[in-house]
Nanobody
Framework: QLQASGGGLVQAGGSLRLSCAVSGFTFDDYAIAWFRQAPGKDREGVSY???????YYAASVKGRFTISSDNAKKTVYLRMNKLKPEDTALYYC???????????????????WGKGTLVTVSS
């Protein structure tokens, strides 16, 4: 299971930190990703972190978002800085066996999905 939290309303230029608490599977074997979906838009793979430490960021967030993990707490964080109105979306965390993440981040073919947390950025 994955439980996302930390969404909210923030002004443009502000920051938020999302958390994804993981349970029910071996954290070490998986990659955890963040996806987002804005109204009327396709779902977008935003970032991932794999159990081997590798990370990925979509071009739209690179340099502004940072993903990290606390393995002891089985929690993955997404620090979002310099937020823009176009970052407004429902953000989901998801997990997939780590060897599949480079494909799954593009296709959305993840094994486990959490419920979303809403991020709203006002202009």
């Amino acid at each position: 299971q994955l439980q996302a939290s930390g969404g909210g309303l923030v002004q443009a230029g502000g920051s938020l930190r999302l958390s994804c608490a993981v349970s029910g599977f071996t954290f070490d074997d998986y990659a955890i990703a963040w996806f987002r979906q804005a109204p009327g838009k396709d779902r977008e793979g935003v970032s991932y972190i794999s159990s081997d430490g590798s990370t990925y960021y979509a071009a739209s967030v690179k340099g502004r978002f940072t993903i990290s993990s606390d393995n002891a707490k089985k929690t993955v964080y997404l620090r979002m800085n310099k937020l823009k109105p176009e970052d407004t979306a429902l953000y989901y965390c998801a997990a997939v066996e780590r060897t599949r993440i480079t494909y799954a981040i593009r296709t959305g073919g993840m094994e486990y999905w959490g419920k979303g947390t809403l991020v709203t950025v006002s202009s």
